[in-house]
């Protein structure tokens, strides 16, 4: 069981930045890939970004451009640079990582909310 936690949300104005960061409790260096997920009231939880393992990236067109994932396999945490914030992008992001045996774990999600 890979334990996922979640920090760096929180209320930004339009325009503003925040940076989120997932912690895993163990190496992630051996995961097929980590990624955040996004999901606002009433809707699904879709992908936002997604880093694999030998660092190939892949976005919702909905954030290129504007947010950015990276991974410090040293610090075994997984970082969502968001730029350019829009009242769309509020909702809860979700940290995911996956192991090649199939296997997926959660984060328990952290808040961002954007304000026009």
């Known amino acids: 069981q890979v334990q996922l936690v979640e920090s760096g949300g929180g209320l930004v104005q339009a325009g503003g930045s925040l940076r989120l960061s997932c912690a895993a409790s163990?190496?992630?260096?051996?995961?097929?890939?980590m990624g955040w997920y996004r999901q606002a009231p009433g809707r699904q939880r879709d992908l936002v970004a997604q880093?694999?393992?030998?660092?190939?990236?892949n976005y919702a067109d909905s954030v290129k451009g504007r947010f950015t994932i990276s991974r410090d396999n040293a610090k075994n945490t997984v970082y969502l640079q968001m730029d350019s914030l829009k009242p769309e992008d509020t909702a809860v992001y979700y940290c995911?990582?996956?192991?090649?045996?199939?296997?997926?774990?959660w984060g328990q999600g952290t808040q961002v909310t954007v304000s026009s």
């Open positions: 995911n990582v996956e192991r090649y045996s199939g296997s997926r774990y």
């Open positions: 163990e190496s992630i260096s051996s995961f097929k890939a």
């Open positions: 880093i694999t393992k030998y660092g190939g990236t």
